[in-house]
């Protein structure tokens, strides 16, 4: 039997149970749900996700970067199935390129910022002064996410300028894409101050807070979730429901979040 015969005589019948439904194809609720997060949600969220598949949901994968960088992916056709973004801005703007889902949109969770230095450092607490800050940085520079286009920049930014420092730090910045790029600076030894948020440094062995910023010196630290547009996934809302639970808020509040609901 020559190999065109063996294809019509064995192998169309099965593609046609396949395509009638009657041989199973691999389900789409096994489909893996795919992602978008701030790099500040990594160990709470991969914590997260190996719960949710523990408890019978399905595998999860996670891009972590700069909030605005994977908002511009998604923008750009990106397949994902959620999105967390560490600011308000940042979701408002993958709305505006409906990217994605409004009506599935709520706040998960809220942060706070911090000053942070080396564990080595001799710094424990440090006043937010400029004389201080000056002083402590000597010659080199304190580290955050850019100012324009990563949420930490943005709020570090903010509180600075309530503080009445940022003329002061702006020409001693070395800004990074995600806030985790800026705590390994400061972990490595490559910048005597960051700043980062409170989840950050505590997940960090080699950082510790050396000073809190007053809750009102930037706007409230908040990260929305929303399903894509194009997500078709039926596992990615019960990944949503599932960080909702209290099983997800448990994990949000082991890794120092507050949760907002």
């Known amino acids: ?7 019509f005589r064995f192998l169309l019948p099965v593609f046609a149970l396949v395509s009638v439904g009657l041989i199973p194809q691999r389900a789409a609720a096994d489909q ?11 160990d709470a969220l991969d914590e ?8 019978g949901g399905v595998e999860t994968r996670i891009s972590y970067a700069g909030s605005l960088a ?19 801005e940042t979701m408002d703007y993958a709305a505006s390129k409906k990217a994605i889902n409004p009506a599935s949109r709520f706040n998960l969770l809220q942060n706070r910022l911090v000053l942070v230095a080396a564990k080595s450092s001799r710094i424990d607490i440090l006043p937010l002064t400029a004389d201080a800050l000056t002083q402590a940085l000597g010659g080199g520079r304190l580290t955050t996410g850019e100012v ?50 409170a989840t950050d440094a505590a ?22 979730l929303a399903l894509t547009a194009g997500t ?15 099983a997800g808020r448990a994990v949000f509040e082991k890794h120092g979040f507050m949760v907002l609901e």
Not at 48 to 55: E, I, L, Q
Request: no cysteine.
């Open 32 to 42: 893996p749900v795919i992602v978008f997060a701030a790099a500040s949600l990594k």
């Open 1 to 7: 039997m020559d190999a065109r015969t063996f294809l």
């Open 48 to 55: 997260a996700a190996k719960a949710f598949r523990a408890s």
């Open 148 to 197: 324009k286009s990563v949420p930490v920049g943005r709020y570090a930014q903010a509180a600075l300028q309530k503080l009445g420092l940022w003329s002061t730090i702006e020409p001693r910045l070395a800004m990074t894409d995600n806030v985790r790029a800026a705590l390994a600076f400061v972990t490595r030894g490559e910048a005597p101050l960051g700043i980062v948020y």
């Open 70 to 88: 994977l908002a511009r992916q998604l923008e750009q056709g990106a397949p994902a199935d959620l999105f967390i973004s560490a600011d308000f």
């Open 203 to 224: 997940a960090d062995p080699g950082v510790k807070v050396v000073a809190p910023f007053p809750a009102d010196s930037h706007p409230p630290i908040i990260y929305p």
């Open 232 to 246: 078709k996934n039926p596992a990615a809302p019960k990944l949503l429901a599932f960080l909702r639970s209290n």
